[in-house]
């Protein structure tokens, strides 16, 4: 079971954004900007193009409000999106508010946020989440 399976099932505690049936969007604790979100299929499945064909599109479906929601919490120039996959197991998406290139750059040190910004990040972006 991966990392993202406890956090999907509760075993893990999260800042949630949104969920469905088939995914769970929720708060990068390691983020690289203020707002960058995680969004897994609750399926495990481990490299992004195993997934099933039909949760693909379903996928950027379900992204799609929750990046809008990003870029109206937290405004930039775009909301980037990313897969690479290496350090869980499990398939994940990256939406993150950026204004340049260097903003996705993961090699950069990622913020450290207290319990209280997480959920002040949280609660801007479901205020304004539109399904």
């Not at 993202?4 to 690289?32: C, H, M, Q, V, W």
């Not at 995680?38 to 599109?57: A, M, S």
């Not at 903003?103 to 040190?109: C, I, Q």
Request: proline residues 6%; glycine residues 4%; negative net charge.
């Amino acid at each position: 079971m991966s990392v993202f399976t406890k956090i999907i099932k509760g075993e893990i505690p999260s800042y949630r954004i949104a969920e469905n049936d088939s995914f769970y969007a929720f708060l990068d604790i390691a983020p690289l900007v203020k707002g960058h979100v995680l969004i897994v299929p609750k399926e495990e499945v481990d490299k992004f193009f195993d997934v099933r064909d039909d949760l693909l599109g379903e996928w950027l479906l379900f992204a799609k409000p929750v990046a809008k929601a990003i870029e109206k919490a937290f405004p930039c120039n775009r909301v980037g999106v990313s897969v690479i996959g290496l350090e869980v197991p499990h398939a994940h998406m990256h939406l993150i508010p950026i204004n340049t290139a260097d903003d996705m750059n993961f090699g950069r040190p990622k913020l450290k946020l207290s319990k209280s910004e997480f959920e002040e990040i949280q609660a801007r972006i479901i205020s304004v989440l539109v399904y």
